[in-house]
Nanobody, 121 residues
Framework: VQLQASGGGLVQAGGSLRLSCAAS????????MGWFRQAPGKEREFVAA????????VYADSVKGRFTISRDSAKNTMYLQMNSLKPEDTAVYYC???????????????WGQGTQVTVSS
């Protein structure tokens, strides 16, 4: 599976962005999909995940109520709608796919290249 993340950018605090992750090369619907992020000097951390059917989602406490993960199997694409952005959301955001990834970074098999999100105060 090849993953291509896009949609990052510079936004003011309180603003919104929508990230996309386009998948190709294999059967998209077989995989759990997730978003992770990595800020400078910090470890890559879990943000959100959606199961292979698109019926279950899970979020990090820090983004719950502000971010929404979704997937469109017809387009082989996953999304992360980010609202009420805060400066602490600034990071490189990575999308990932795995047979049973869920919240565990090491359980994901495929990773996109990352897209930078910068939130100014």
């Amino acid at each position: 599976v090849q993953l291509q993340a896009s949609g990052g950018g510079l936004v003011q605090a309180g603003g919104s962005l929508r990230l996309s992750c386009a998948a190709s090369g294999s059967t998209f619907s077989r995989y759990d999909m997730g978003w992770f992020r990595q800020a400078p000097g910090k470890e890559r951390e879990f943000v959100a995940a959606i199961n292979w059917r698109g019926r279950s989602t899970v979020y990090a406490d820090s983004v719950k109520g502000r971010f929404t993960i979704s997937r469109d199997s017809a387009k082989n694409t996953m999304y992360l709608q980010m609202n009420s952005l805060k400066p602490e959301d600034t990071a490189v955001y990575y999308c990932a796919a795995g047979v049973a990834g869920w919240t565990v970074r090491t359980e994901y098999d495929y990773w996109g290249q990352g897209t930078q999100v910068t939130v100014s105060s």
